[in-house]
């Protein structure tokens, strides 16, 4: 017979106000098993863990019931106490009767008569409970970056620094991200690519770091501590080790029809090509979509220029396998596509531009030099419309509904940019909120109105039409009521920011979710926001929600750190909650193997004795080191024969059974 | 003996009170079901939750069991589709208990005794308001016999 302890808290009179605890707790001394039935304030306490702790050595308990709040909050401390005591810690069950009942129900017999049913399921289950003890496994000492940007790159160097080895993975040909095509940043307005290049450098001279550019994760398998990512190299078609980065084969090449991305399509570039001068590695790649070579078979000039004798026509993609202990998932961004917004005549008039275009305009290394110049016509404009809120904290389905954070930052930044450089062009920007939460934001969306006489106009624009060499800008002053009409030469569309295209597609590869606008979701929004439901994967910077710089990097080096915690951990613990089969009962269809998402579960043949004769016999057989135990091979099962640890068909039948009392 | 018999159902509607079992997957519905606690909102006290890792754990042997037992109605809530934490734990779910469901209508027990819901871990709301929902529904069907075992007495 079970020895059961029931302790109820009272939880200060956030239990007790709505549950009778003392009855319950006599109600509880009633079940069978339980020997001991009490109540405390706050068995969370010191005290009350150790009056727990005491009970079971005195009262010799080998099984306990605290009914208490969650067990998601404090499941953890009593097992630990248990622990402590000598008892297996997986023989304590919580009956949640804050969260599940004096929280929600406000009659107390109800609330009484509920806790005692919910305490009644506890013991019920928690007398089939059995000892179970966690394996431990091993942990890789190598973590995986997935995203070369910014975040990307901080969460490198931090880890690299603590002295473990790092891969990151960047989909394009260079590490930098969205920050390398970005002119200055706020509030500060201190060049980007002065802070953003040397942090670069550092990456790709860091002994511990190890860059693979143009690569993409092809196959994430294993689990925390142990995964096992399969990274395809794309070919480069030049020899990374060979090239010195002269830059003779980019200058000859005679493909010259491609937009460039990095100068988002504004020019465009070679077939054969860095996407800008301060590339890392500083390694040209040859698109093979644009080469002539790879279409016609003829030209080639580039390897005929190399004297490095780098270009490499024959390279083709390589796979590389690695084992890591810890991923951090850095993808960034992107910015939407407008081709649903044609009142703002964006893709019609190449004077509609959206404002990372416009970043590229400023820039000194952009394709204007950093003057300002209408695309049409390259000449000076001499009044700027900004439009905010393109596609953000838009209900309808062509936008999104949240807010894309830092538009109305940059959008300032970039009205002063203009302003500054030419006091004579007209600055007006049309908003629906200015949103400046952020140390020195709002002063510095201030000053863009009260020192450079920028026009802030809070109201929607229906349209630009268009019209000659002009846009002319329909509005309306949502404040006055009036409509406005502007005849600018320029227009720039904060357009909102999304989340990658193909988050989904890496998520399902991770095992990690994305929410309803596909970035991927934290643990917790408010205490893990850089863990994801994944032991061992962790999020940095713009792929969990919009970001700005800042937040990134201290994101990134949160995310560092979880993963250097995890690392430096010699052992890790297993979840002893996994699936088992029983091999006398196993008919070896292999239903299981089916449909566990792990790979947990596989075939193996056993021998046994019956009747005198040797019988070999097929069956599954669960891999406890991959099983997370979700329990779904049970239900699958035909004959019965697998059952999970701690989740037993069993006790949940006797949970439904005291429930149901 | 007709009449009294009938007598007796309308007394016992009169103060019936349904009993739920809820199923929540640990990950997102019953960490729901406890936003909903932290939030304070209000639900019947006769729903009951019954922790699961997942939901794909929920066996419908489990909920033939409830019934059997006495329950008048049952409610499945896991993360959404896309979102189970064991990714793709909650398709399985949703197949088997749609076959399921039809499987009850057949052997002649309402279908709306069952609910299957995905609630996530921020839908307290939710969570408070599919119960209430399930909560009318089966009133209105009043008490399941259908299933009961007759040896059970509440
Ligand atoms: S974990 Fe919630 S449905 Fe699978």
């Given at each position: 017979m079970a020895r059961i302890g029931v302790f109820v808290c009272w939880c200060g009179s956030n239990i007790a106000a709505t549950v009778d605890v003392k009855e319950v707790a006599k109600e509880a001394a009633k079940m069978s098993g339980v020997v001991l039935s009490t109540d405390y304030?706050?068995?969370?306490?010191e005290i009350g863990q150790n009056l727990l702790r005491n009970a079971i050595k005195k009262e010799k308990l080998d099984r306990v019931v605290v009914a208490a709040c969650s067990p998601r909050m404090h499941e953890v401390t009593f097992r630990k106490a248990a622990e402590l005591a000598g008892l297996n810690p997986y023989l304590v069950e919580i009956?949640?009767?804050?969260?599940?009942c004096s929280w929600v129900h406000k009659n107390k017999d109800e609330a009484t008569e509920k806790a005692i049913a919910l305490v009644r399921a506890a013991v019920a289950k928690v007398t089939l409970n059995q000892e179970l003890i966690p394996g431990e496994i091993g942990i890789e000492k190598r973590a995986l970056v997935i995203g070369g940007g910014i975040a990307g790159i901080q969460t490198a160097l931090d880890i690299a620094d603590a002295g473990y080895m790092v891969d990151v993975i960047e989909k394009t040909p260079s590490i930098g991200g969205k920050m390398a095509q970005i002119d200055k940043t706020f509030?500060?307005?201190?060049?980007s690519a002065c802070i953003l290049t040397p942090k670069m450098v550092d990456a790709s001279m860091h002994p511990n770091i190890n860059l693979h550019t143009y690569s993409e994760v092809e196959k994430v398998s294993g689990y925390v501590g142990n995964f096992e990512v399969t990274i395809n190299k794309k070919?480069?078609?030049?020899?990374i080790e060979k090239c010195s980065g002269c830059g003779v084969c980019i200058e000859k090449c005679p493909s010259r029809k491609t937009k460039s991305e990095f100068e988002e399509g504004l020019v465009n570039r070679k077939a054969i090509y860095t996407p800008f001068p301060q590339a890392v590695p500083n390694v040209p790649v040859i698109d093979r979509e644009a080469c002539i070579k790879f279409k016609t078979g003829k030209c080639g000039i580039c390897k005929k220029v190399c004297t490095a004798e780098a270009i490499d026509f024959e390279q083709e993609d390589t796979k590389i396998i690695q084992k890591y202990g810890a991923i951090v998932v850095s993808t960034g961004y992107d910015l939407i596509d407008l081709?649903?917004?044609g009142e703002y005549a964006y893709g019609e008039d190449p004077d509609v531009i959206t404002s990372l275009e416009f970043e590229r305009i400023t820039n000194a290394a952009g394709p204007t030099a950093g003057k300002l110049l209408r695309p049409s016509n390259n000449e000076k404009p001499e009044k700027v419309v900004f439009i905010q809120c393109v596609g953000s904290r838009d209900k309808t389905c062509r936008g999104k509904t949240y807010c894309s954070k830092i538009c109305c930052m940059y959008t300032a930044k970039h009205a002063m940019l203009i302003k500054e450089k030419y006091p004579d062009i007209e600055v007006h920007v049309f908003y629906i909120d200015v949103r400046t939460p952020g140390k020195n934001f709002d002063e510095f969306q201030r000053r863009a109105v009260e020192e450079y006489g920028v026009n802030y106009i809070k109201g929607m624009v229906g349209k630009v039409f268009p019209d000659g060499d002009k846009l002319r800008v329909y509005g309306v002053d949502a404040l006055s009521g009036d409509t406005i009409e502007i005849d600018a030469d320029l227009v720039v569309l904060a357009a909102a920011t999304k989340a990658k295209e193909d988050a989904e597609e890496l998520g399902r590869k991770l095992s990690i979710s994305t929410d309803t606008n596909n970035f991927f979701t934290e643990?917790?929004?408010?205490?893990?926001?850089?863990?994801?439901?994944?032991?061992g994967i962790y999020l940095a910077g713009a792929c969990q929600g919009p970001k700005d710089i800042p937040e990134t990097v201290a994101q990134a080096s949160a995310a560092a750190s979880k993963a250097i915690i995890l690392l430096s951990k010699s052992k890790l613990i297993n979840n002893p909650c996994v699936a088992k089969v029983d091999e006398t009962i196993c008919c070896g269809c292999l239903e299981c193997t089916n449909i566990c998402p792990y790979e947990a579960i596989a075939s193996t043949i056993i021998e046994y004795r019956d009747h005198g004769k040797m019988i070999k016999k097929l069956v599954s057989e669960v891999n406890e080191a991959l099983c997370q135990g979700c329990g779904g091979c049970t239900v699958t099962c035909r004959p019965g024969a697998i059952d999970l640890k701690g989740f037993s068909n069993k006790q949940i039948l006797a949970e439904v059974d005291a429930l149901c009392f | 003996m007709l009449l009294e018999s009938k007598e007796n159902l309308t007394i016992d509607k009169e103060e019936f009170k349904p009993l739920i079992v809820a199923f929540c997957c640990n990950w997102c519905s019953y960490a729901g079901a406890d936003l909903a606690g932290t939030s304070r909102l209000n639900y019947p006290a006769n729903i009951r939750i019954i922790k699961v890792p997942c939901s794909c754990r929920v066996n419908p042997n489990f909920v033939l069991r409830a019934f059997q037992n006495g329950a008048d109605g049952v409610v499945i809530a896991g993360c959404h589709p896309g979102d189970c934490h064991y990714s793709t734990g909650n398709y399985f779910a949703r197949r088997r208990l749609t076959l399921f469901t039809s499987l009850l209508n057949y052997i002649g027990i309402e279908s709306e005794r069952l609910k299957v819901d995905w609630i996530s871990a921020a839908e307290a709301n939710k969570f408070a308001t599919v119960m209430n929902d399930v909560l009318e529904k089966v009133h209105k069907l009043g008490p399941n016999r259908k299933l009961r075992d007759v040896r059970w007495k509440r």
């Amino acid at each position: 017979m079970a020895r059961i302890g029931v302790f109820v808290c009272w939880c200060g009179s956030n239990i007790a106000a709505t549950v009778d605890v003392k009855e319950v707790a006599k109600e509880a001394a009633k079940m069978s098993g339980v020997v001991l039935s009490t109540d405390y304030q706050y068995m969370c306490s010191e005290i009350g863990q150790n009056l727990l702790r005491n009970a079971i050595k005195k009262e010799k308990l080998d099984r306990v019931v605290v009914a208490a709040c969650s067990p998601r909050m404090h499941e953890v401390t009593f097992r630990k106490a248990a622990e402590l005591a000598g008892l297996n810690p997986y023989l304590v069950e919580i009956a949640n009767i804050r969260e599940h009942c004096s929280w929600v129900h406000k009659n107390k017999d109800e609330a009484t008569e509920k806790a005692i049913a919910l305490v009644r399921a506890a013991v019920a289950k928690v007398t089939l409970n059995q000892e179970l003890i966690p394996g431990e496994i091993g942990i890789e000492k190598r973590a995986l970056v997935i995203g070369g940007g910014i975040a990307g790159i901080q969460t490198a160097l931090d880890i690299a620094d603590a002295g473990y080895m790092v891969d990151v993975i960047e989909k394009t040909p260079s590490i930098g991200g969205k920050m390398a095509q970005i002119d200055k940043t706020f509030p500060t307005l201190d060049c980007s690519a002065c802070i953003l290049t040397p942090k670069m450098v550092d990456a790709s001279m860091h002994p511990n770091i190890n860059l693979h550019t143009y690569s993409e994760v092809e196959k994430v398998s294993g689990y925390v501590g142990n995964f096992e990512v399969t990274i395809n190299k794309k070919a480069r078609s030049v020899i990374i080790e060979k090239c010195s980065g002269c830059g003779v084969c980019i200058e000859k090449c005679p493909s010259r029809k491609t937009k460039s991305e990095f100068e988002e399509g504004l020019v465009n570039r070679k077939a054969i090509y860095t996407p800008f001068p301060q590339a890392v590695p500083n390694v040209p790649v040859i698109d093979r979509e644009a080469c002539i070579k790879f279409k016609t078979g003829k030209c080639g000039i580039c390897k005929k220029v190399c004297t490095a004798e780098a270009i490499d026509f024959e390279q083709e993609d390589t796979k590389i396998i690695q084992k890591y202990g810890a991923i951090v998932v850095s993808t960034g961004y992107d910015l939407i596509d407008l081709a649903k917004f044609g009142e703002y005549a964006y893709g019609e008039d190449p004077d509609v531009i959206t404002s990372l275009e416009f970043e590229r305009i400023t820039n000194a290394a952009g394709p204007t030099a950093g003057k300002l110049l209408r695309p049409s016509n390259n000449e000076k404009p001499e009044k700027v419309v900004f439009i905010q809120c393109v596609g953000s904290r838009d209900k309808t389905c062509r936008g999104k509904t949240y807010c894309s954070k830092i538009c109305c930052m940059y959008t300032a930044k970039h009205a002063m940019l203009i302003k500054e450089k030419y006091p004579d062009i007209e600055v007006h920007v049309f908003y629906i909120d200015v949103r400046t939460p952020g140390k020195n934001f709002d002063e510095f969306q201030r000053r863009a109105v009260e020192e450079y006489g920028v026009n802030y106009i809070k109201g929607m624009v229906g349209k630009v039409f268009p019209d000659g060499d002009k846009l002319r800008v329909y509005g309306v002053d949502a404040l006055s009521g009036d409509t406005i009409e502007i005849d600018a030469d320029l227009v720039v569309l904060a357009a909102a920011t999304k989340a990658k295209e193909d988050a989904e597609e890496l998520g399902r590869k991770l095992s990690i979710s994305t929410d309803t606008n596909n970035f991927f979701t934290e643990a917790h929004p408010k205490l893990r926001p850089v863990e994801t439901h994944s032991a061992g994967i962790y999020l940095a910077g713009a792929c969990q929600g919009p970001k700005d710089i800042p937040e990134t990097v201290a994101q990134a080096s949160a995310a560092a750190s979880k993963a250097i915690i995890l690392l430096s951990k010699s052992k890790l613990i297993n979840n002893p909650c996994v699936a088992k089969v029983d091999e006398t009962i196993c008919c070896g269809c292999l239903e299981c193997t089916n449909i566990c998402p792990y790979e947990a579960i596989a075939s193996t043949i056993i021998e046994y004795r019956d009747h005198g004769k040797m019988i070999k016999k097929l069956v599954s057989e669960v891999n406890e080191a991959l099983c997370q135990g979700c329990g779904g091979c049970t239900v699958t099962c035909r004959p019965g024969a697998i059952d999970l640890k701690g989740f037993s068909n069993k006790q949940i039948l006797a949970e439904v059974d005291a429930l149901c009392f | 003996m007709l009449l009294e018999s009938k007598e007796n159902l309308t007394i016992d509607k009169e103060e019936f009170k349904p009993l739920i079992v809820a199923f929540c997957c640990n990950w997102c519905s019953y960490a729901g079901a406890d936003l909903a606690g932290t939030s304070r909102l209000n639900y019947p006290a006769n729903i009951r939750i019954i922790k699961v890792p997942c939901s794909c754990r929920v066996n419908p042997n489990f909920v033939l069991r409830a019934f059997q037992n006495g329950a008048d109605g049952v409610v499945i809530a896991g993360c959404h589709p896309g979102d189970c934490h064991y990714s793709t734990g909650n398709y399985f779910a949703r197949r088997r208990l749609t076959l399921f469901t039809s499987l009850l209508n057949y052997i002649g027990i309402e279908s709306e005794r069952l609910k299957v819901d995905w609630i996530s871990a921020a839908e307290a709301n939710k969570f408070a308001t599919v119960m209430n929902d399930v909560l009318e529904k089966v009133h209105k069907l009043g008490p399941n016999r259908k299933l009961r075992d007759v040896r059970w007495k509440r």
